[in-house]
């Protein structure tokens, strides 16, 4: 049976689809890149926005580690977002690394992918966290005191806190990624992102893109408050956090996933029999 009419892929065949679909970087052009990387940067902030918004007061009345299970259930819904809908997400991206060892791509085509498809998840994330605070929507409720105490917590991470933080959530979102390709259907594929991202979310881990949404939007409402967070500033954001989680999530999904999943499963078959 094809792997078109099978309702999951194994892993070794998830694991091949994953090297394969590497090729893109190769023949898409940098503009599609570009409006690509906007989308997964709105979409993950989607998610970072609909978690801060629901969870301002849920502690008080479910407690704190079901507060977080249920931020961690709602934000799972950018992921699911970018891989039905289509967008190029850098933390997702890691698993291309894979394509690399398989010689499927080179890594210098790689790492431009990874710059490009960074920078433009941040400008997407950045877009949508000014647009949202222009909605003011953040001053009903404890929107806004949610929004800060989130943005505060990671400015204020130890580097190799921050470093080890992103390590464990990029395991189990490039997990989510590798779990989703090889779902077949759509029901599938959001039980593949809502699982890991809930467990990312939930245990604390520190995603990139997501910290482009939570820390500036902590930053545009302390600092339209009277008492703004000395803790909330753009080298914190930065340097502090963006830096050494950026650098884990990497690790993560490049050596915990993609390489490890190229160890184990090597060289692609070219015969579809074998797939």
């Known amino acids: 049976m094809s792997s078109d009419h099978k309702m999951f892929l194994t892993p070794r065949e998830a694991a091949h689809a994953i090297a394969k679909n590497g090729r893109r970087v190769l023949d898409q052009n940098i503009g599609r890149t570009i409006v690509l990387s906007l989308l997964a940067g709105f979409y993950i902030a989607f998610g970072a926005q609909l978690a801060t918004v629901v969870t301002q007061d849920a502690a008080r009345f479910v407690g704190l580690g079901l507060a977080r299970f249920l931020g961690g259930s709602l934000f799972s819904i950018g992921l699911m977002l970018v891989v039905v809908c289509g967008a190029e997400l850098f933390t997702g991206n890691s698993l291309l690394a894979g394509a690399a060892l398989h010689g499927e791509i080179s890594w210098r085509s790689l790492a431009k992918n990874w710059v490009v498809v960074l920078i433009g998840n941040f400008v997407g994330a950045l877009f949508l966290a000014w ?12 929107v806004a005191g949610n929004a ?3 943005a505060s917590a990671k400015c204020k991470l130890s580097f190799s806190a921050a470093f080890v933080r992103g ?11 590798f779990m989703a390709t090889a779902a077949r259907d759509i029901p599938g594929k959001l039980l593949a992102c809502y699982v890991p991202i809930m467990t990312f979310v939930s245990s604390g881990f520190e995603h990139s893109i997501a910290n482009m949404y939570y820390i500036p ?3 545009f409402i302390s600092s339209a408050t009277s008492s703004p967070d000395p803790a909330l500033n753009w080298y914190n954001f930065f340097v502090t956090n963006l830096l050494p989680v950026t650098l884990g999530n990497i690790v993560g999904g490049v050596i915990f996933v993609a390489g490890a999943y190229w160890y184990a499963y090597g060289k692609i078959e070219t015969s579809p029999q074998q797939l």
């Open 217 to 219: 939007t902590g930053l």
């Open 148 to 150: 800060i105490r989130i």
């Open 167 to 177: 390590i464990l959530c990029n395991w189990l979102v490039c997990l989510a990624v």
């Open 131 to 142: 647009l949202l605070f222009e909605t003011h929507l953040w001053e009903q409720g404890d």
